[in-house]
């Protein structure tokens, strides 16, 4: 039981670049997500979704796009990175209650991204 | 938008005492959360306490909720210097975004051999 895990683990992009991250979870949650983690600022949903086939936009989706074409995959794009894209990036799952709340997340290890 | 927020933003101790931190939030929740996140590595589940309960416990951790004041707290008794981290609340409203977690900006937590 692997729980969730992110590719990759470090990353090193000139402004433009584009890249996508992986994130694979093995509990079989409905609900996946993708964070960023910058300095003195917590975590910040960036987009997330709520089952396979289905995404949303969360707190912070500019520049960023996502996809869940299977429900243990959420992959994360930069179509065109730029230097305010430099962070850590956390994917977290969770299973959903009786009334669709969240419950507890699961989160990867994270990648850090860094943009020249 | 920070739902819940964190206080203090810091705080030192020595090994044995307890801690606690305090979070507040602004609107009504279906549950609360806490998550400890070590230095480099993803947040780690705690503890979570439903919007009709006052306290939980597990291990050295209690949370409490008060709704009508809007805050939560969480208690670590006889801390160690492996409970050096950053502690997160978060979040989950009622109603219709019920299914993503907001985050406060966390405490880090300093416990001193």
């Known amino acids: 039981n692997a729980g969730v895990t992110q590719t990759p683990k470090f990353r090193v992009l000139k402004t433009g670049q584009s890249m996508t991250l992986l994130c694979a979870q093995d509990?079989?949650?409905?609900?996946m997500y993708w964070y960023r983690q910058d300095p003195g600022m917590g975590l910040r949903l960036i987009h997330y979704s709520v089952g396979e086939g289905t995404t949303a936009k969360g707190e912070v989706p500019d520049g960023y796009n996502v996809s869940r074409l299977k429900k243990q995959n959420f992959l994360l794009g930069l179509e065109s990175a730029a230097p305010s894209q430099t962070s850590v990036y956390f994917c977290?799952?969770?299973?959903?209650?009786?009334?669709?709340?969240?419950?507890?997340?699961?989160f990867g290890p994270g990648t850090r991204l860094t943009v020249t | 938008s920070q739902q819940g927020e964190e206080d203090p933003q810091a705080l030192s101790i020595q090994e044995g005492e307890n801690a606690t931190m305090n979070c507040s939030y602004k609107t009504s929740i279906n549950n609360l959360q806490w998550y400890r996140q070590n230095s480099g590595r993803g947040l780690v589940h705690l503890i979570l306490?439903?919007?009709?309960?006052r306290e939980k416990h597990s291990g050295r951790l209690r949370v409490t909720l008060d709704t009508s004041k809007k805050s939560s707290s969480l208690l670590i008794t006889a801390s160690r210097a492996a409970d050096t981290a950053s502690y997160f609340c978060?979040?989950?409203?009622?109603?219709?975004?019920?299914?993503?977690?907001?985050f406060g900006k966390g405490t880090l937590l300093t416990v001193n051999p």
């Open positions: 977290a799952s969770s299973w959903a209650g009786k009334r669709g709340e969240a419950y507890e997340q699961y």
């Open positions: 978060a979040t989950v409203n009622s109603g219709g975004s019920n299914y993503k977690l907001t």
């Open positions: 509990m079989n949650h409905e609900y």
């Open positions: 306490i439903r919007s009709n309960e």
